[in-house]
């Protein structure tokens, strides 16, 4: 027997020695009581079956032992047992390094010092180390760096979770879970496709595992997870086998220890990042944080003008859903608004599974801060899942990956979006779901994917709805464009498909039916909202450039084009589509381009509405959207919306073109011509930073709790006018004041008339419309005793306990019909008019 003390890691053996066939690698701590059976089992194995096993080595790593694990060793007298000694204990990753690369062998084993796989279990791991292939493999890189169909897996490792595999005496029941869990967690993280990474019974070449060993860093448990990912990023396919195992007695893992390898995988995801993937996530949040760089500082002073009362409604959405948490109140009902009916805010854009997360925050610095710090984060966040989907699905290039994302998350509809609409900037769960529908297609984890696909839409649905809707739209037409071009594809794909999204559905519709049914049938719930025959793109939407174009926008001609600033929906420019029908053109024989072509044009068909209009011209003609417009869910979208889709699908396309052209080792004059044409297409989208201006100050009415001196129990406060969505200042007073006080009208979706249609904001009363006609106008009409009789009626229902008006446009003629309304005037308290209502005021 021999004996090393501990060697450099340098992947080879000692220069003296001669290769084997064989090397065996076990990690020993403090086994002198179970290690001598184990190599006397090993041993007699090897010994036999006719020499099949050839030359063969046993090391032994003695990582620090403080018993006799060291001298049981040093006693056998067989050369071919070796023994590597180290000065203290440092974890199984640093035995195994040690252990492997003192190697030998043309094939090395690692087996635990317990030998709970039998090594009679070597020939099964053998086997599928010499015939199976790349077909056979438990895991192989992305479809970029596939290696070839006939690539021989270089380790073979045993698995208790697959079938075939069999238990003889099982961990403790907690034990099993805690394994069972960590390897749900591997295999999303580290090595995905792998069911069972820490059986410690694993089989490799000898050269790919000295490689792979050398190069790793970790110490502890997670060094199995460590290699296995070396081989995952290489490309290498690796061979699971079920194997025989028996839980022994003695064992070495410790509770602490599924700790430990959590941290380790945490290191180990960490170092695996490329360069590029870091370099993207900064570029992706810089550029979020550039858009945003006009309120990001000073959220709780700056105004996006742009998202004309939506910026209000939104702080609001996030701030009652905080409140409603800490007071435990239904979240998907209010009444702070909207008093006394309230609003469903399920049938409202309130974002739950964005604005329950950032309770805590808002709750810590206000709604405007929350808001500000999850459109940011949520827009860079939606960048990076771009960009993940392309480099996984559509391209291997970085550069290319990172045009096309960007283009699908900084496209001109988005940054319109991104004035106040959270729910159609913060889509990192688009992209997820596409990837996951994509995996029912290949047909090989089905059940697994379904359940995943149905909890993800079921977040999706509490993100929003209509982003998930249009989503769906596009990949209805990508998937039967697709069918067509790849019609084998297709025969293959539609039953996993079919049963899968059964699946999603099966796990989705529970999480979101209770919800679903308080939006279309609860309190304050709705039929549709109707936004007229009108909400289409114009032709010429799609190719003039988006008002917060850097260099080519035109504020004039995009508020022409759109229904208003925050609706900009296509404006993509007439040198991305020229860009995109040559990039159509070039690549047309790769049927990925014409499943993308067609995905883009027809969500640009479909986005121009019920009715198309030829631009410059009188002549109106159907277009498809009419055969959606009268269905459930999406009589309620606005089509002009669909263009959207059109920005991934022109990413992607975009980044074909790029990494083809970045491919090109010939004809530069084309590939420079190339790569003009797509920075010309590109430049004239490159944003402005939102605009933002001071937000107006608060009056002290409401900051500094004077309002309580106005407002009993179950009144409300009626700010003149009433907030609606032409003016919802009043909600940011409210926030101001700690949401401690109802307000009458406001800015929401509610329903309107006996027939429920969705209308925007409180449905209108008399004394409402007047008020807020004198505040457009400053026109006061003649008020009788029929308008005070009728306006007495309005602050009965209001529950109002005081009339406020505010500084503000047309203030005075608004105070004086206020005046005529009550029969006196009213007072000047710290900033506003009140006009107290209680008797003997």
């Not at 340098?10 to 090397?23: C, F, I, K, N, Q």
């Not at 709750?363 to 939606?382: N, Y």
């Not at 969500?603 to 159907?622: C, E, F, N, Q």
């Not at 602050?795 to 105070?815: C, E, I, N, T, Y």
């Amino acid at each position: 027997m021999s004996t090393l003390d501990e060697t450099p890691l340098t992947g080879a053996a000692p220069d003296s020695a001669g290769p084997v066939d064989l090397s065996v690698v076990i990690p020993a701590y403090n086994e002198e009581r179970r290690l001598g059976p184990t190599l006397d089992a090993v041993t007699a194995y090897l010994d036999g079956g006719d020499g099949h096993w050839g030359d063969w080595e046993v090391i032994v790593t003695d990582d620090g032992s403080t018993d006799g694990t060291g001298d049981l060793v040093t006693a056998r007298t067989d050369p071919r047992i070796r023994l590597i000694t180290t000065d203290r204990n440092h974890g199984k990753g640093h035995a195994l390094r040690l252990g492997v690369a003192a190697s030998r062998g043309h094939r090395v084993l690692i087996t635990d010092a317990d030998l709970s796989t039998p090594i009679e279990e070597l020939t099964k791991l053998d086997e599928a180390l010499a015939t199976t292939s790349l077909r056979g493999a438990g895991n192989c890189a992305t479809s970029h760096e596939a290696p070839a169909p006939d690539q021989q897996p270089p380790a073979a490792i045993g698995s208790r979770a697959i079938p075939g595999a069999t238990i003889g005496h099982h961990q403790h029941r907690i034990r099993e879970l805690l394994g069972r869990a960590g390897n749900l967690l591997i295999r999303r993280i580290a090595v995905p496709g792998i069911h069972d990474t820490q059986c410690g019974f694993k089989l490799f070449d000898g050269a790919h595992a000295r490689e792979a060993f050398a190069a790793s860093r970790l110490n502890g448990w997670g060094i199995d997870v460590e290699v296995l990912h070396h081989f995952h990023r290489a490309g290498l396919p690796i061979a699971e086998v079920p194997v025989h195992w028996s839980h022994q007695p003695g064992s070495k893992v410790q509770s602490l220890d599924y700790v430990r390898v959590l941290a380790e995988l945490t290191r180990l995801r960490v170092r695996s990042l490329r360069p590029a993937d870091l370099f993207a996530t900064l570029l992706f949040l810089l550029m979020a944080m550039a858009l945003y760089s006009g309120r990001l500082f000073d959220p709780e002073h700056r105004y996006l003008p742009d998202s004309l009362q939506d910026q209000n409604q939104w702080e609001w959405f996030f701030d009652v859903t905080a409140h409603n948490l800490v007071h435990l109140h239904n979240p998907l009902f209010s009444d702070l608004q909207g008093f006394p009916d309230g609003v469903n805010l399920m049938a409202n854009t309130i974002m739950l599974g964005l604005s329950v997360p950032f309770a805590p925050l808002t709750l810590l610095a206000g709604p405007a801060v929350s808001l500000s710090i999850a459109m940011t984060l949520g827009m860079a966040v939606t960048g990076l899942a771009w960009y993940w989907l392309i480099v996984k699905r559509v391209v291997a290039q970085r550069i290319a990956a990172f045009v096309g994302a960007t283009l699908a998350t900084f496209a001109p509809p988005m940054v319109s979006h991104a004035n106040a609409h959270p729910n159609f900037v913060v889509l990192f769960m688009i992209p997820l779901i596409i990837d996951r529908a994509l995996r029912l297609c290949e047909g090989e984890r089905v059940v697994r994917d379904g359940l995943v696909l149905g909890l993800m839409a079921a977040y999706q649905v509490f993100l929003g709805e209509e982003p998930l809707l249009l989503a769906m739209l596009g990949m209805v037409l990508f998937a039967g464009a697709y069918g067509v071009v790849r019609r084998d594809a297709a025969r293959a794909a539609w039953r996993p498909l079919l049963k899968g999204l059964a699946i999603a559905a099966a796990v989705c519709l529970p999480l979101v039916i209770g919800p679903l049914i308080w939006q279309f049938a609860g309190p304050q719930s709705y039929k549709s909202v109707l936004h007229g025959d009108n909400a289409g793109n114009s032709p010429l939407a799609l190719l003039s450039f988006a008002e917060r174009s850097l260099i080519a926008g035109n504020e004039i001609r995009a508020d022409s084009l759109s229904l208003n600033p925050t609706e900009q929906n296509a404006f993509y420019g007439w040198p991305l589509v020229l860009v995109a029908f040559a990039i159509v053109v070039r690549l047309w024989e790769d049927r990925l381009v014409k499943a993308l072509a067609f995905t883009a044009v027809g969500a640009a068909v479909l986005s121009l509405g019920p009715k198309i209009r030829v631009p410059m011209t009188d002549d109106v003609y159907p277009g498809p959207w009419a055969l959606l417009a009268k269905l459930p869910l999406f009589e309620s979208v606005i089509e002009g919306r669909v263009a959207m889709v059109c920005a991934p699908a022109l990413g992607m396309l975009l980044a074909l073109a790029l990494q083809r052209l970045m491919a090109m080792r010939t004809r530069l004059g084309t590939q420079y011509l190339g790569l003009l044409g797509l920075c010309l297409a590109l430049i004239p989208l490159i944003p402005a930073p939102l605009r933002t201006v001071e937000r107006p100050a608060t009056p002290a009415f409401f900051t500094d709790g004077t309002w309580k001196s106005y407002v009993r129990d179950g009144e409300s406060l009626v700010t003149v006018p009433l907030p609606d969505p032409g003016n919802a200042e009043a909600l940011h007073w409210q926030q101001r004041a700690g949401l401690g006080f109802k307000l009458p009208g406001g800015y929401f979706n509610g329903p309107y008339g006996p027939d429920r249609i969705g209308i925007y904001g409180a449905s209108p009363r008399y004394t409402s419309n007047m008020l807020r006609d004198v505040r457009y106008t400053g026109l006061v009409p003649a008020i009788g005793k029929n308008w005070r009789a009728q306006a007495q009626r309005d602050f009965a229902f209001w529950k109002a306990g005081a009339l406020v008006v505010a500084p503000q446009s047309h203030d005075d003629a608004l105070r004086k019909a206020v005046t005529e309304l009550v029969g006196r005037d009213g007072k000047w308290v710290d900033g506003v008019w009140v006009w107290d209502l209680h008797k003997g005021s």
